[in-house]
């Protein structure tokens, strides 16, 4: 049996579109060269490379700024510290005023407690050491004085200048004797002179080691207001005499400039030895005078006050066995009058 024509099998393939698109399409043979004039063949196929392997490169540093820039920067932040600087210099001189406080108030108790341990050392029988009197003088010392051991170490160099001041004043006092001496052997009528250079001598020595000596040592080694006060009164007549000699008024018993000049008409020697007393006596002043300025300005930083000064004599007239007799007997006579009167 034959089949009908609309049955034959067709093959797919051999449909001339099919057969075109293959053969443009169709992939070149790698033996065969590629021949671009060749219009057969269809255009070369892409190229498409293996991806290369590649390192990473490491981060890229920031670049450095321009000299002109840093600076520009660092002079800003200047600008922003100076901003701050004022409170920070406030708050340092704050610190550095408690700090100044509270040492003052250390050294303060550190006197209190030293002048305490004094004072319980002389109670139980210090040995007075002063004047240095040899043993087998009949007069014993009176005086207890050791400056490195009762003065703080900050005021010990203040308390020995002041000593050094009285010995001065008492080995010009001498010299004075000597030199108002020797005008009287020149000058028959300066017989007053002398004699009041020997009382002077005799008088102002001791009395200006208890009056106002003592009393500066006293107050630097308890911290006393009361003998504060006492060498302030005491030490300002001192200095006004220490003028008083160094002017060397005639007939005062005093070999200052005046009575040297007045010597020297009569006597160059006498005349020249007067005037090296007056040297003495100028040179006492003028120490006076800076010491009493250098005491005040330590007065001043110790807290002393004379509320202080009143209370520590009334404290001192009531703790007196003979002041506390005293008033008990004036009580008692008191209480005993007015019972007679009742």
């Known amino acids: 049996m034959s089949r009908p024509p609309q049955c034959v099998d067709d093959n797919p393939f051999e449909d001339p579109a099919v057969i075109e698109h293959m053969a443009e399409h169709q992939q070149p043979d790698l033996g065969q060269l590629y021949n671009p004039f060749e219009t057969t063949r269809g255009a070369p196929p892409p190229y498409n ?6 390192t990473p490169l490491p981060p890229e540093r920031p670049p450095a700024p321009a000299p002109g820039l840093s600076t ?30 509270l040492e003052r108030k250390a050294a303060e108790l550190d006197r209190k407690e030293r002048a305490l341990q004094n004072a319980s050392a002389s109670s139980g029988g210090t040995v007075h050491n002063w004047p240095p009197l040899p043993s087998f003088c009949p007069v014993k010392p009176c005086f207890y004085h050791d400056i490195k051991g009762e003065i703080p170490q900050d005021l010990q160099k ?3 200048i002041m000593y050094y001041v009285w010995m001065l004043s008492a080995v ?6 000597l030199g108002s001496l020797a005008w009287f052997t020149v000058s028959v ?13 005799l008088l102002f020595t001791p009395c ?6 003592r009393p500066i040592y006293k107050a630097f080694r308890s911290d006393s207001s009361f003998n504060f006060f006492t060498f302030f009164f005491v030490f300002f007549i001192q200095d006004i005499v220490f003028v008083l000699e160094s002017v060397g008024i005639p007939g ?6 005046i009575a040297s000049l007045s010597a020297l008409k009569s006597n160059v020697f006498v005349g020249a030895v007067m005037m090296v007393v007056s040297v003495l006596f100028t040179t006492s002043a003028v120490m006076g005078v800076v010491m009493l300025k250098k005491v005040h300005s330590l007065y001043r930083r110790t807290g002393a006050s004379f509320q202080k000064a009143q209370e520590e004599l009334a404290a001192g007239v009531m703790s007196n066995p003979a002041m506390q007799t005293a008033a008990s007997n004036a009580a008692s006579a008191a ?4 019972f007679q009167r009742n």
């Open 72 to 101: 520009r920067k660092q002079s800003a932040g200047e600008q922003r510290n100076y901003g701050t600087q004022k409170p920070t210099t406030v708050l340092t001189a704050d610190l550095q005023r408690q700090q100044e406080e």
């Open 335 to 338: 209480a005993h009058s007015a």
């Open 49 to 54: 490379p293996a991806p290369a392997m590649t």
């Open 208 to 213: 200006s080691f208890i009056c106002w000596y």
């Open 172 to 177: 010009v006092l001498f010299f004075n004797l």
């Open 252 to 257: 005062w018993g005093f070999c200052g400039w």
């Open 189 to 201: 009528e300066e017989g007053t002179h002398f004699g009041l250079s020997i009382l002077w001598l």
């Open 158 to 160: 203040t308390v020995t």
